[in-house]
């Protein structure tokens, strides 16, 4: 049986005031009948699931040291139940490889007391039906979701558990987890900025890693002015120690830059981080660029090179980061095969 992970780097457990979330994510794939499941609380994951071990188990030291062996139990058994119920409900006529996920979870400003929920199923790497909870239906995007949209309704029962449960007890776990973890959770990490560049006709990579929480504002100036236009906002990646990494590409020829003012301006937390693009303060590996430390020279080389392997290894996760309230791992859209099956036998 072929396992499908999606890989997720957990060391440093922090957190933030302000925003946070508790979110999970199922995801399951026919013809191997893998089923992984993933719960994350501010971005951190602390939970983990695995068909082919069926045994979830906790991801950080604050779980593993307060809750009981009967939590991951119960927790083991419902995930177990939902892997059986998508094998005899989804992939009964399945052709072919095909992905079914589940997303859901809840939002919570400890500075404001706003609140957010949200449900959401995709098929084949596309929303299929999701709950609104303004209008108290479910509803499905695309005309091939309109019947199970329909049996979602229909059964009103459902409809009032998951609204039961997001909004009330999705929060009341989001605020225990926040506390089980407070000794931990409470850390911030500054960024480390660079500008970095291949050689001198290249775009230039405003770098930015080593932070956490993961909510950051990177962006290019132009003589005090934000840029927009030639400008490649990257996703939101992992870094090993739990903290994270993002780049922004300003597209830009050199003599423009030199003739204008540009920087890279970071705002993380009540920090500001500016740097401006000068050729001292570039990093390149162009051996007819201005003279710069050997050792410069080397790290954005090395840094390119684990940046280009972290990106492979977490393409799922990119999707994740891509889709805000999503997290859904792309494949090759197809409404054929066991598409059928989906559309007369999804109950949420």
Known sequence: MRSSVLLLFVGIHLAFAGKH???????????DENFTAIGLVNDVQF??????????????????????????????????????WILNKIWTKSAGEHTYQITYGCEWNDETGKTNVFRQYAY?????????????????PMMQGFRAQETCNNAT???????????????DTLKKLLQLGKSSLEKTVSPQVSLLQKN????????????YPSDITITWMRNGQELYKNVKVGNLLPNEDGTFQKTVTLQAEPDEWRKNEFSCVVKHQNKTIRKTLTENEIRTNNETAAPVDMTVVVVPVVILSLLLLLIIAVVGYLVYQRKLKSGYVPAKPSLSGSENSVQSSVVA
């Open 124 to 140: 084949d790497g596309e929303d299929f039906l999701f709950l609104d909870l303004k209008s108290d239906k479910w509803i499905s």
């Open 21 to 31: 979330s508790l979110k999970y994510f199922y995801t399951s794939v026919s013809g």
């Open 157 to 171: 029962d459902r409809l009032v558990h998951w609204k039961h449960y997001l909004e009330i007890d999705c929060i």
């Open 200 to 211: 001198s006709s290249s775009p230039v990579l405003c770098h930015v890693t080593v932070f």
């Open 47 to 84: 939970m983990y699931f695995d068909i082919n071990t069926t045994k979830a188990s906790p991801k950080t030291e604050w779980m593993r040291e307060n809750e009981e062996s009967d939590f991951w139990d119960s927790q083991t058994y419902s995930l177990i139940k939902q892997h059986d």
